[in-house]
């Protein structure tokens, strides 16, 4: 009977708040909860929102960038042979701890993090074992030769998974306490998983799949632990008063595709087509407000330029020749001032004007025949040499955050450069001061314009 009444004092309630619009409706969700108790009405977690989707996110944009990039890895370590085929630093050998060495050092310095020291060493270790029974099960499987020959245990990078291990170990443990940390530790890492690739030990699909190992392996080891104490972290009350930074300051790491809206070398004859590279490197800003900032990249830009094919028509029976010209890489940094604009909490537009410099690696240039009697039949006859220019660059980003920590950017840039670049034809013109000065010193000014188009891994503070 009590449970009779109270629901007819409830439907006449309702029914009074319907005949009056200036009066604000009732929750139903909660009188029906008031007819049984016993009985919770909970909203529906929206699929994205949900916390298993939200933590397993960055791993499968790393696996499906390294399945992306399976197919070019032979290229893009052409790249690396051909600007720095001798590059030899073992920093990545100790660089990979370093986030773990720090989370050890501020907890002996007492500073609080999100769990005491022997929760989070138990929460480290365990992450430690499905890091290390993920990579050395799918290594000695897959069974994949490293690049420098040595080995056939390149898949997945073991440096990568511990560098990402580490640094989600810092990012659990002091994220909260200030963002710096958790951008200090995933940057180390990202320089450990770049030092596998210029020192030839790993391929990038290597290291894109050990980061997602690392950062899925911490993941798991965090909720295997909570599961057996029953909370979140062992001084979520005490941290829980600390207050972010509310603007969109970020830092990102980018990859994507160049498109030239210029033939790179016009004015010299070798280049006839616009040329479509990659683009790879780091972005950010500091913003001030909501919208406004500055801030600056650092990339590096490479294409592929197309061999001329040319006919010999004097009657030597030198046959069709090729001329092979070396790809051009940009090394780009720039600085300008930031635009943010918020459609939503999950929806973000950055627009940007930067200026700064560009350095343009110097190539060479080759005669390419079956006649020609030399290795690969190529016979060299020029050297190219860019000078350092000036580079403006503008763009446009779309960000949707899968977290207020984390998202995922889709960006398009546009640069201008505008190079002068010497050319040097053969040492032995040297004593022939008319063809010495002709072509040895022959210097053209080519319009250097692309846009490049990708997506960033974007994390704000």
């Not at 894109?208 to 080891?221: K, V, Y």
């Not at 034809?425 to 040297?430: I, V, Y």
Request: charged fraction near 20%; charge should be positive.
């Amino acid at each position: 009977m009590k449970k009779l009444a109270l629901a007819s004092g409830i439907l006449l309630h309702l029914h009074c708040y319907k005949a009056q619009d200036t009066i604000q409706s009732r929750n139903l969700q909660k009188d029906l909860a008031l007819i049984q108790p016993d009985i919770s009405v909970q909203d529906k977690t929206p699929f994205l929102k949900k916390e298993w989707v939200r933590k397993s996110v960055a791993p499968a944009i790393l696996f499906t960038a390294a399945a992306a990039t399976w197919g070019e890895k032979e290229n893009i370590r052409e790249v690396r042979n051909r600007y720095l085929p001798s590059f030899k630093a073992k920093y990545d050998d100790y660089l990979q701890y370093a986030p773990a060495a720090a989370v050890y050092g501020l907890k002996l310095s007492g500073v609080k993090g999100r769990n005491n020291l022997g929760r989070a060493t138990l929460s480290y270790v365990t992450s430690l074992a499905i890091m290390g029974i993920l990579v050395n099960s799918i290594k000695y499987t897959a069974k994949v030769e490293r690049p420098d020959g040595s080995k056939n245990n390149s898949f997945p990078s073991g440096h990568s998974a511990m560098a990402f291990t580490n640094a989600s170990f810092l990012h659990k443990e002091y994220g909260m306490v200030n963002p710096a940390y958790s951008i200090a530790g995933y940057g180390s890492a990202a320089l450990t998983g770049l030092g596998r690739n210029l020192n030839n030990r790993h391929w990038i699909p290597d290291v894109l799949a050990g980061a997602g190992i690392g950062i899925l392996s911490t993941e798991l080891g965090y909720f295997f632990i909570d599961k057996i104490y029953k909370n979140k972290g062992d001084n979520l009350g005490l941290l829980s008063k600390i207050q972010g930074n509310e603007n969109p300051s970020f830092i990102a790491l980018k990859m994507g595709a160049a498109l030239g809206t210029t033939d790179f070398l016009k004015e010299i004859g070798l280049d006839n087509k616009k040329q479509v590279g990659f683009e790879g490197g780091l972005e950010g800003a500091y913003f001030f407000s909501k919208n406004w900032g500055i801030g600056g990249d650092f990339s590096f830009s490479s294409f592929p330029v197309k061999p001329l094919k040319v006919p010999l028509e004097d009657g030597e029976s030198f046959g069709n020749y090729s001329i092979i010209t070396q790809s051009m890489g940009f090394l780009g940094a720039g600085l300008g001032p930031y635009f943010s604009h918020e459609f939503s909490d999950k929806w973000l537009l950055t627009l940007k004007a930067t200026a700064g410099y560009s350095a343009t690696a110097s190539g060479k240039v080759f005669v390419k025949s079956d006649n020609v009697e030399a290795p690969n039949h190529e016979l060299p006859i020029a050297r190219y040499k860019p000078k350092p220019a000036f580079r403006w660059n503008t763009g446009a980003a779309l960000t949707y955050k899968f977290n207020p920590e984390l998202g995922l950017t889709l960006y398009s840039d546009y640069n201008q450069i505008k190079s002068s670049i010497r050319y040097h034809f053969s040492d032995s013109l040297e004593d022939n001061d008319e063809l010495n000065n002709e072509l040895n010193n022959l210097i053209t000014k080519e319009k250097i314009n692309y846009f490049t188009f990708g997506l960033r891994l974007t994390a704000y503070f």
